[in-house]
């Protein structure tokens, strides 16, 4: 049975490198009866990949695979998100499948049964095959119980021969994959120029002066953007606005909250809840009964105790404390026993005052500066006002106040100060610690007593009257709205309700905003009948109803020049002021700090060291790649034109350049361009057979 766990265990591990290269993807929600009007029709289709139409039942099987292996693997049922990764993680299984492996039979790429043998009992063991067949005694693979296990197969149950057949599966899989992949990364080869220019990019620096002139110090309203210009940039980098197919939506949410009345009543419920806990005989009974959460009988110091019991210490054994309210959420604690632990807790707050320097000076001026602040307090300063003008670490923002500590957790001088105290109050000195001098008080004497809990806690839920109220204001809404004009006329009839927007949804995503679980949402913005216009039912998402109306269909390809209109325009304004300020710094002559004095003071002139061509930054600039590539092709003196740069126009003088040693060895260097350009190739290979696979994903009308 252990061999047939660890099976089971690693017949997952394919799925990862079935994922690797494939985009990601989120699907989520369950089957739609087959006469769903969001089907259309009875079709049974999910999607088409290289030519292959998926069918659903084909799906399933890998789907229902994975969540097998996956439940197996982490003892429990998926939730909903985890099926929506386990669905993508089929849909990329299949993708891997069809349009990996027509690529592997063009070029000859296939994983023999000698291959596979060799990986399971053979020379060459599969790691996970010798993970999962290693003798624990020994510690040695014993090829012996992979020969036992295979013979005996049939006899482990009906699951175990598909278990082993997915495992082979994904052997062969992955050493096809690697087959691949070393194709593709022995096709890389790196020159010694090449290696010798990313050598020198790496590790050379120069030394600038900039003049350099903000797109910002040009008012956006100087600059007049045409629609003819916006075409023409678009076009000059169609590349930029490549798009996936989304909708957009506007929408309401109506909140079922607990009503006034729903609080009234639950006020009364606990009132008598409140009774029957102080006169429970067995309390871990009774809040196991009552609860939302479970009974801990675990005993606590004062600084473990919820924080409504802190402010009522000493506590009394057998008494409730209560009902404290939160939000929607209701607590009753009732201390069911109080001893004396071994360890002692207090309570303090203290102002630290650190030394600018290790200088006896310097120290001699902090213990100077507490000693005065402690006058002040103990002439009657409010102590959480001095921490919060005169505190020097985390604790000033909240008065100084530490809460709660058990001995010996301070640092020895702080902790032996606090529990060496027989009282509350102001200690009378300063105390000295590796931190600096801190002015200590004890806002709750010294203890060694600890608490045992039981704490019943309850979420206010609303009634069903509550929720029928919420979801009659949601439902008319929704039957009174036929279109866009009567739901935006209807929303601003009722007060109550705020209008919110969700531009360009992609069809697999399950979150819409902060709606975490709006698939039924999104698949009826992609049903095959909603048009733009149409207003949805009533649809409930996280404890409230939503109702939305379809605004807009974006399909996959590019995006059109309105619906980025506003990032158009302020790309193509860049260009233009670039223009203008070019245009002015034309011709002129003189100095760096000359030419700046002479555009006017827009213009800014700094010197920095350090610069590197592999980062592209300029300290106070910020990222200028094309600025840094033509300083770094300049000659030792020598002045560029005015670069049209990401957030400016500069012109940049060459101080040094601090040229690298010449490489006694460009192996290294070779192997890490190498790794990347490998790495690099392959990615790009699955992103061109993905894209020339042709992929149809229609998943939307089914999940």
Avoid: C
């Avoid at 690693?10 to 990862?16: M, T």
């Avoid at 011709?587 to 700046?596: C, R, S, V």
């Avoid at 049209?644 to 060895?665: F, M, R, Y």
């Amino acid at each position: 049975m252990a061999l047939i766990n660890k099976i089971r265990e690693k017949s997952g591990w394919a799925v990862g490198a079935i994922a690797i290269g494939l985009g990601v993807f989120v699907v989520g929600g369950d089957l739609l009866g087959p006469n769903s009007r969001l089907l259309g029709n009875n079709a049974t289709t999910v999607g088409e990949i290289a030519g292959e139409e998926i069918e659903y039942q084909e799906f399933d099987l890998v789907y229902q695979q994975l969540r097998a292996n996956y439940e197996n693997q982490s003892g429990r049922a998926a939730t909903e998100n985890e099926l929506a990764m386990l669905r993508e993680q089929a849909w990329n299984q299949l993708i891997y499948k069809i349009a990996l492996q027509k690529e592997y039979d063009r070029l000859g790429i296939e994983v023999t049964e000698e291959e596979l043998a060799d990986m399971v009992q053979g020379n060459n063991i599969h790691p996970s095959v010798r993970q999962a067949f290693t003798n624990p005694q020994t510690g040695e693979f014993d090829r012996n119980q992979v020969v036992q296990y295979l013979q005996n197969l049939d006899q482990m149950g009906p699951e175990s021969r598909p278990m082993w057949v997915n495992f082979e599966q994904g052997l062969a899989a992955e050493r096809a994959q690697t087959k691949y992949s070393n194709l593709l990364s022995k096709s890389v080869y790196i020159t010694d120029a090449e290696a010798k220019n990313h050598y020198y990019a790496q590790n050379s620096s120069a030394s600038l002066r900039v003049l350099y002139v903000p797109y910002g110090t040009v008012s956006d309203s100087t600059v007049q953007v045409t629609d003819a210009q916006l075409r023409d940039y678009f076009e000059r980098h169609k590349a930029l606005y490549k798009v996936e197919e989304g909708r957009s939506i506007q929408y309401v949410t109506i909140p079922v909250t607990a009503s006034g009345e729903d609080s009234t009543y639950y006020q009364q419920d606990v009132e008598s809840l409140t009774q029957q806990f102080a006169a429970a005989s067995n309390d871990s009974a009774f809040v196991n009964a009552n609860s939302d959460v479970p009974y801990d009988g675990t005993y606590a110091h004062p600084g473990e105790l919820p924080s409504q019991l802190t402010d009522q210490l000493p506590l009394e054994e057998g008494k409730v404390y209560g009902p404290f309210t939160n939000n929607n959420s209701m607590a009753l604690h009732k201390v069911v026993d109080v001893r004396e632990g071994d360890v002692a807790a207090a309570k303090a707050s203290h102002i630290l005052f650190k030394p600018e320097g290790d200088s006896p000076e310097a120290k001699a001026a902090a213990l100077a500066r507490a000693n005065e602040v402690l006058a002040q307090l103990k002439g009657g300063a409010d102590f959480a006002q001095m921490a919060a003008q005169h505190g020097t670490d985390g604790t000033a923002s909240v008065g100084g106040n530490l809460g709660w500590f058990q001995e010996g957790r301070m640092v020895a001088p702080f902790d032996k100060a606090v529990f060496g105290a027989s009282s509350t109050g102001l200690l009378p000195n300063p105390v000295e610690t590796e931190y600096g001098y801190h002015i200590i008080k004890i806002t709750a004497p010294k203890t060694k007593q600890q608490f045992k809990i039981a704490s019943l806690e309850r979420t206010l839920e609303p009634s069903d009257a509550t929720r029928d109220a919420a979801y009659a204001v949601a439902d008319e809404l929704s039957g009174t709205s036929e279109n866009l004009k009567e739901f935006d006329e209807n929303v601003a009839a009722n007060k109550s309700l705020v209008k919110e927007e969700a531009v360009n949804i992609g069809k697999n995503n399950i979150l819409v905003n902060n709606l975490t679980t709006a698939r039924e949402l999104v698949r009826w913005t992609y049903a095959k009948d909603t048009e733009v216009g149409d207003v949805s039912p009533v649809f409930e998402i996280n404890d409230q109803f939503v109702v939305a109306v379809l605004t807009g269909k974006r399909e996959k390809g590019y995006a059109d020049i309105e619906s980025v209109r506003e990032e158009l325009t302020a790309a193509v304004r860049d260009e233009l002021k670039a223009e203008q300020i070019i245009n002015k710094l034309k011709g002129a002559t003189g100095t760096l700090d000359q030419i700046a004095a002479s555009y006017g003071a827009d213009a800014i002139v700094r010197s920095v060291d350090n610069i590197s061509l592999t980062n592209g930054s300029i300290d106070g600039l910020g990222f200028e790649p094309k600025v840094v590539g033509r300083a770094f092709g300049l000659k030792e003196g020598s002045r560029s034109a005015p670069i049209d740069g990401q957030g400016g126009v500069a012109i940049v003088e060459l101080q040094s350049l601090n040229k690298a040693a010449e490489p006694t060895s460009l192996v290294s260097v070779k192997e890490q361009l190498r790794n990347m350009r490998s790495s690099q190739a392959e990615s790009n290979a699955f992103e061109a057979i993905k894209e020339k696979a042709e992929i149809k994903d229609n998943r939307v009308r089914f999940f």
